[in-house]
Nanobody, 125 residues
Framework: QVLLVESGGGLVQAGGSLRLSCAAS????????MAWFRQAPGKEREFVAA????????DYRDSVKGRFTISRDNAKNTVYLQMNSLKPEDTAVYYC??????????????????WGQGAQVTVSS
């Protein structure tokens, strides 16, 4: 398990950009598949993007493809989510999460043992 702390959320107008960061503690971060999930008011938490431990593999939900980019820097124990062309429907609390294991398992949200506290992203129309 790793301790995860998100930063970089905020209020932005539609069409704008934000970058979320997730700083991890512990020596095991480099072996973790990492992901971002989000939860909007009154809705279930949903997968947004994931990245393999090496950074060589990524996956995105369809609605953010071409707009969001997930990346990681294992030397800095940090994973990022660059969000461009933001839409009001992207408004949610964004959570950083991770576990060891294949990308598809993390995408499904199975067995995740580390979660951040969440970062609010609000997109105004």
């Amino acid at each position: 398990q790793v301790l995860l702390v998100e930063s970089g959320g905020g209020l932005v107008q539609a069409g704008g950009s934000l970058r979320l960061s997730c700083a991890a503690s512990g020596r095991t971060f480099a072996s973790y598949t990492m992901a971002w999930f989000r939860q909007a008011p009154g809705k279930e938490r949903e997968f947004v993007a994931a990245i393999s431990w090496s950074g060589g593999g990524t996956d995105y939900r369809d609605s953010v493809k071409g707009r969001f980019t997930i990346s990681r820097d294992n030397a800095k124990n940090t994973v990022y989510l660059q969000m461009n062309s933001l839409k009001p429907e992207d408004t949610a609390v964004y959570y950083c999460a991770g576990r060891r294991g294949p990308l598809k398992v993390v995408v499904a949200g199975e067995g995740i043992d580390s979660w951040g506290q969440g970062a609010q992203v609000t997109v105004s129309s």
